[in-house]
């Protein structure tokens, strides 16, 4: 299912943990759901990404994406790091299956959500001008979903 | 790199033991007559479809002309329970079955909940059982209808089929079960069970995919859902698939010698060692189902603050293959329906894994993966946002 630089970023991650003093938090998704994914970024006074580490809680395929994002962005400002996009992410792994692809924008918004928590401390302004990412959405709780993962 | 590997996905599928296998291999070339025809050929096939028949049906402690063939285990399911709503249809419109059924029977009742029938799904228990009461409780003058599995896919459960089903019978209802993870790894007698149809697998008990059987008590009016040349008593029309049936027969006769060997203790016995290593050795883990009342080959259990398919790739990257109820192996972000109706959350949900055992699996294998687990658990749970 998964290729073999997708299963590398998955089994061997890269930027796996936390940055004390990060000055650019950002965590996304929905425990419910399945992923969520929490980006630290340290940026320097030129807006520089000059350190970037992540933690996910989701399958190969957010876990992947979370650290291929996380390297793909390293080194670039922050304008340009918010350019990138999941299939940006879903590309430089050689692709990911097609119900994996949902997985990849947990990458885009978890980074764009610390770049959002970034401006926001250095402007007072409130992240909700920059992304909704973490609003809650409410969906009724379902006991009989349209798949099941177990085969039998 | 381990080049081990150790299969505990017994519950998706088993291995064709090497004797049912060569049972069937015959059938396939050399005896190849379609037991429809009246030569030589064809009484061949036709008495080899017999003998499988008995063997399947003794299995149960039922007789071989109760013994539908089908082309799979949800084809027997559907046969019982859309065969026998549409066989009412006009009068009586009410269908009863469980939350955590499997998708074959569960999606067949959502179905006919679609096209002019009354559905009641009832609730499970913590383990995943169905409560005599609730089935009581859920019976109406009009109701045609229950299925309750015999024994839950995911976490093991076993129901108090007993129970349920007589109180079936005492209401005058029918009452199916859908068996096709109990067959051949627990005892199972027709002749002391209030059961009018029961469904097995051939491909869960060391014998070949493709080919279920629906047990059928004498009487039971069903109409079929293949039309066609009326095979299995009409009830299931296309030509019989020869080998898989004999495969089936086959399975059967090595299941009856499996009991005789001991082989579910074996197993209980390996599934406690790995059910009580697993929460032992993985802190903030814990066993999902019923403890006893429970399939002799199936672990499941939880991890929590991590997700199932991390630790099913990584345990396969080891040797070991199991399965998760996680989302995320298709397009829904839910979780298994099982653990949700069991009264689970989703992030816990989320952590599932099942390890089911089989005839090869050894106790050096349990010793195995419960080394492999824990440090997968670890790893994982160092990328994972939520901290123990």
């Known amino acids: 299912m998964y290729n073999d630089k997708v299963v590398d970023y998955f089994m061997n991650p890269r930027n796996v943990g936390s940055i004390d003093g990060a000055n650019g938090v950002g965590e996304v998704g929905n425990p419910k759901c399945g992923d969520v994914m929490k980006v630290y970024l340290d940026i320097d006074g030129n807006d520089v990404i000059r350190d970037v580490k992540f933690e996910t809680f989701g399958c190969a395929a957010a876990i992947a994406t979370s650290s291929m994002a996380t390297e793909l962005v390293k080194g670039l400002t922050v304008d340009e790091a918010m350019k990138l996009t999941n299939k940006d992410v879903a590309n430089e792994l050689g692709g990911l299956p097609p119900q994996k692809l949902h997985c990849s924008l947990l990458a885009e918004e978890a980074l764009h959500a610390a770049i959002a928590d970034y401006k926001n401390r250095k402007s007072g302004a409130s992240c909700a001008e920059y992304c909704n990412a973490c609003v809650p959405d409410d969906e009724e709780d379902s006991y009989v979903p349209e798949n099941s993962r177990v085969s039998d | ?388």
Not at chain 2, 38 to 56: I, T, Y
Not at chain 2, 117 to 145: K, M, N, Q, W
Not at chain 2, 254 to 263: I, R, Y
Not at chain 2, 344 to 360: F, I, Y
């Open chain 2, 1 to 388: 790199m381990d080049k081990r590997r150790i299969y505990l996905d017994n519950s998706a599928t088993t291995a064709t033991a090497v004797e049912v296998r060569d049972a069937m291999l015959p059938y396939f070339h050399e005896a190849m007559g379609n037991p429809n025809s009246l030569h030589s050929w064809g009484r061949e096939s036709r008495k080899a479809v017999d003998e499988a028949r008995e063997s399947v049906a003794s299995l149960i402690g039922a007789s071989a002309g109760d013994i539908i063939f089908t082309g799979s285990g949800s084809a027997a399911d559907n046969l019982a329970v859309k065969g026998a709503a549409w066989s009412a249809r006009g009068g009586k419109k009410h269908v009863i079955t469980s939350a955590v059924e499997h998708h074959a029977v569960l999606r067949t009742v959502q179905w006919l909940g679609k096209n002019g029938f009354d559905v009641t799904i009832l609730p499970v228990d913590e383990y995943g059982a169905v409560s005599p009461e609730a089935l009581e409780g859920a019976i109406r003058p009009d109701t045609i209808l229950a299925s309750v599995m015999y024994a839950n896919n995911e976490v093991g459960t076993i129901n108090p089929i007993a129970k349920l089903g007589g109180i079936c019978k005492t209401k005058g209802i029918l009452f199916h079960t859908d068996a096709v993870q109990a067959a051949g790894h627990i005892p199972l007698d027709v002749r002391e069970l209030p059961v009018d149809m029961l469904t097995m697998s051939a491909h869960k008990m060391y014998g070949p995919k493709g080919i279920g059987a629906l047990y059928l008590r004498k009487g039971v009016k069903l109409t079929p859902v293949l039309h066609g040349g009326g095979q299995e008593f009409g009830l299931a029309s296309g030509t019989e698939n020869v080998p898989g049936i004999v495969g089936f027969g086959a399975a059967a006769r090595l299941a009856e010698k499996l009991f005789a060997a001991g082989e579910a203790e074996r197993l209980t016995k390996l599934r406690e060692k790995l059910l009580d290593g697993i929460v032992e050795r993985i802190p903030d883990s814990f066993v999902t189902g019923h403890r006893t009342e429970r399939l002799p080959f199936l672990a499941s259990v939880c991890v929590r603050r991590i997700e199932g398919e991390g630790m099913v790739l990584r345990l396969d990257f080891v040797g070991v293959g199991v399965s998760s109820g996680s989302a995320c192996t298709s397009g829904s972000l839910d979780p298994s329906h099982v653990l949700l109706a069991m009264g689970l959350d989703h992030a816990t949900s989320h952590g599932s894994v099942r390890l089911s055992l089989g005839r090869e699996t050894s106790e050096d294998d349990i010793d195995y993966v419960l080394g492999k687990f824990p440090p997968i658990v670890e790893t994982l749970r160092k990328m994972s946002p939520y901290k123990g």
